[in-house]
């Protein structure tokens, strides 16, 4: 079965620092969303993702889809003790018209050093 | 207007006894997910209910859960005979048309229930 992959599982960074999460998945995805979870809540949308090299912004988050649709990556530029959380993709295995559910990947635990 | 709303927050059992778990979805919502989240583990997805049709449960890891969608609309997941593994937080999440026709919706998530099976 499909499945997606989170790299790294936990990130340590100073604030100030960049961070970068990457997502990959065993088979191509029809597309990609990124949730963020703050420490004892649920998970938030984030962005979605469905072109091929698609990349988007959000403030400091920049968001990509790889070209061949099978890994995306977020960057965080210039962290700030607010980015603390678990950062989660998940995508959607691309049947060619019909689809499974939406499998998430474990997370990136970001933890920010003021 | 209000999000997805789970109760109840918090629910502590003792093995063996049955639980079960309430998901009010965004009012319009057509799709309903159930996932399971250990702790520091990613999401796993159970239960997936979209309008009338037949619940995909694919996801459910043993016969002692089960849920339901009364109305299209509240969910409730049931799990009989609790296990000290079933100990999680169960997330509830709902989308306006879900997956199909090859266009994915943005999930909503409920705050969630916290479970411990003693």
């Known amino acids: 079965g499909q499945q997606v992959m989170q790299i790294p599982q936990y990130q340590h960074v100073q604030e100030g620092e960049d961070f970068t999460t990457y997502c990959n998945s065993s088979?191509?995805?029809?597309?990609i969303q990124w949730y963020k979870q703050r420490p004892g809540g649920h998970p938030v949308f984030l962005i979605q993702l469905v072109k091929s090299g698609e990349v988007k912004k959000q403030k400091r988050l920049t968001f990509q889809f790889g070209e061949a649709k099978k890994n995306s990556s977020l960057h965080i530029t210039a962290t700030q003790t607010t980015d603390v959380g678990t950062y989660f993709c998940a995508g959607y295995e691309n049947y060619g018209g019909s689809q499974g559910n939406l499998i998430f990947g474990k997370g990136t635990k970001l933890s920010v050093k003021p | 207007g209000a999000g997805v709303s789970q109760s109840p927050s918090n629910k502590v059992t003792e093995k063996g006894k049955d639980v079960e778990l309430r998901c009010d979805p965004i009012s319009g919502h057509t799709a309903l997910y159930w996932y399971r989240q250990s702790l520091g583990q990613g999401l796993e997805f159970l239960i997936y209910?979209?309008?009338?049709?037949?619940?995909?449960k694919s996801g459910l890891p043993s016969d002692r859960f089960s849920a339901e969608r009364t109305g299209g609309s509240v969910s409730t997941l049931t799990i009989q005979r609790t296990q000290q593994e079933d100990s999680a937080v169960y997330l509830c999440?709902?989308?306006?048309?879900?997956?199909?026709?090859?266009?994915?919706?943005?999930?909503?998530f409920g705050p969630g229930t916290r479970l411990l099976v003693l």
């Open positions: 088979t191509t995805l029809s597309n």
């Open positions: 999440a709902s989308s306006l048309r879900g997956a199909g026709g090859g266009f994915q919706e943005t999930q909503y």
């Open positions: 209910f979209q309008g009338n049709s037949a619940p995909d």
